[in-house]
């Protein structure tokens, strides 16, 4: 089994008060895209991936919850799947409005012949599901949302964000074909969530391929946005002044990674979370950033695992995600690389912020 080994630098925001591996089995099965959603009454949703391994197309998404503040969580229940497919969380719940919470959901094959970076075959589904009880129970799923020609995904972990006129902006990724064009950008709709608009881009290029985008509001006004290039694994960072509706030109962040996580801590700093394509510190790295995102400083890992062998660059690890308990904590969820076991396992960390 994959146990936790995070490695927090003595500059890291945050303090380890635990660390666990969630629901292990020590099969050859895979637990990862784990997403957070803290309830107003403070229990904390956890979605999640599970399938086997290799990829066989029979995966579901799941969900448990916990009471406490992310000390202990139900037993996982089946949330949706559909048979000959992976059925996979798109990020976390997100708060709609008043006790309204939505979940995206996609749909995919993966199809090794077909090739490419993401080798999955043309059909892809994006629709969302609500909940208005807490993730007790869910609508019916949604009608296809389409936002880009192909793919659409609203992969953005801290999804959605109220603007100053009450309608809400969505970070998304999406391609113009299967696996080809990949853009990231922003959608807005109304205050219910209803209506998306065709995509604002702010990074795309014939050949270099963007992804991962996500998006926090800085303590200045101003939205960050950090995402990646498929082609080279660099990282990019850019601002937008008039709530999403145009972006600064995009520049390098100075550190390689994938599957981002922005977090504004309680002394105003970003941290950025994201799976690390640095050699000498492969896994779920934290990045710190003093000044709205110019610079960025890595502070350590929440996982910890620079010799990997199941490493390969691009490989799926990661995809962090972070809420605050009612209690002030901080509850993160990663996925590992696979174990000897060839398991790939979600790893729980409860944190402080001890940014100053």
């Not at 075959?121 to 020609?149: L, M, Q, R």
């Not at 969530?193 to 270099?208: C, E, K, L, R, V």
Request: glycine share 10%.
């Amino acid at each position: 089994m994959n146990d936790p080994c995070p490695h927090l630098l003595p500059t890291s925001p945050f303090e380890l008060i635990d660390a666990k591996t969630l629901f292990a089995s020590g099969n050859r099965m895979r637990r990862h895209f784990g997403g957070l959603h803290t309830c107003p009454s403070g229990r904390i949703l956890l979605t999640f991936m599970h399938g086997t391994m290799p990829r066989t197309n029979d995966a579901g998404t799941m969900i448990s919850h916990s009471d406490d503040n992310g000390q202990s969580w139900s037993p996982p229940r089946p949330l949706w799947a559909v048979p000959g497919w992976d059925s996979f969380p798109n990020g976390g719940a997100c708060q709609i409005t008043g006790d309204r919470i939505r979940l995206f959901i996609g749909q995919y094959r993966f199809t090794p012949d077909a090739g490419g970076k993401q080798p999955f075959d043309a059909g892809w589904h994006t629709k969302y599901i609500d909940s208005t009880d807490e993730g007790a129970h869910w609508t019916e799923p949604s009608a296809d949302v389409k936002v880009f020609p192909s793919w659409t995904e609203f992969y953005g972990t801290s999804n959605p964000h109220k603007l100053a006129d009450g309608r809400l902006l969505w970070a998304v990724q999406g391609t113009q074909d299967r696996d080809a064009d990949w853009r990231v950008g922003v959608s807005f709709t109304d205050a219910e969530g209803n209506d998306f608009s065709p995509p604002t881009i702010y990074a795309h290029d014939p050949y270099f391929q963007y992804s991962d985008n996500d998006i926090v509001r800085l303590p200045d006004g101003r939205l960050l946005t950090v995402f990646r290039e498929h082609m080279e694994n660099g990282t990019f960072y850019s601002h937008s002044s008039d709530e999403g509706q145009t972006w600064t030109d995009f520049r390098p962040t100075g550190f390689r990674g994938a599957n981002f996580r922005l977090v504004i801590l309680k002394n105003g700093d970003i941290c950025c979370l994201y799976r690390d394509e640095n050699p000498d510190r492969y896994g779920t790295s934290i990045g710190v950033s003093k000044d709205g995102g110019e610079t960025w400083e890595w502070a350590g890992s929440l996982y910890y695992q620079p010799n990997s062998t199941r490493h390969r660059p691009g490989y799926f690890c990661g995809c962090p995600d972070l809420v605050q308990a009612a209690d002030g904590t901080l509850v993160a969820v990663l996925h590992t690389y696979e174990d000897d076991d060839g398991e790939m396992c979600l790893h729980l960390l409860r944190l402080r912020d001890v940014s100053s």
